[in-house]
């Protein structure tokens, strides 16, 4: 039971780092959350599921300031994810997020920060991977 309170715990600070009124507030979330999501073991459906949330938040949060947290931490994972982790959960999904965060994006701040980061995922990618994009 307890372990479930914790996932049920950090989801709402996963959810804070996209909505919360201040900045200060997003960023100790964001790395809050980021040192769980190091620290502790997800299955994969609960893994695919996180990828899914920061990504549809990077193109669709309402507010800028969500947008661009969402594209922080994704911008962290880009960096700091082994590729054995990486490539198989984020890589793809995040991918077509930030094309259509450059694509559609209402905010120059969002396209920009999507436009850096993506040369720096596709530099990640594997000969497949590369194929497909």
């Not at 996963?14 to 960023?27: D, K, S």
């Not at 990077?58 to 590729?83: C, H, K, P, Q, W």
Request: charged share 20%; proline share 4%; hydrophobic share 50%.
């Amino acid at each position: 039971m307890a372990v479930d309170s914790l996932y049920t715990l950090l989801d709402g600070i996963r959810e804070l780092m996209i909505i919360a009124q201040t900045a200060n507030m997003r960023e100790i979330c964001r790395l809050t959350w980021f040192q769980f999501l190091m620290d502790y073991p997800l299955g994969e459906r609960r893994l695919t599921n996180t990828m899914t949330f920061i990504v549809q938040n990077a193109s669709g949060y309402v507010f800028e300031s969500g947008r661009t947290s969402a594209l922080e931490i994704m911008s962290v994972i880009v960096n700091r994810f082994a590729d054995e982790v990486l490539l198989p959960n984020a890589a793809e999904p995040f991918f077509l997020g930030l094309v259509l965060v450059i694509a559609k994006g209402d905010s120059s701040k969002c396209r920009e920060m999507a436009a850096h980061l993506l040369p720096k995922l596709i530099v990640r990618f594997d000969q497949p991977r590369l194929q497909r994009a």
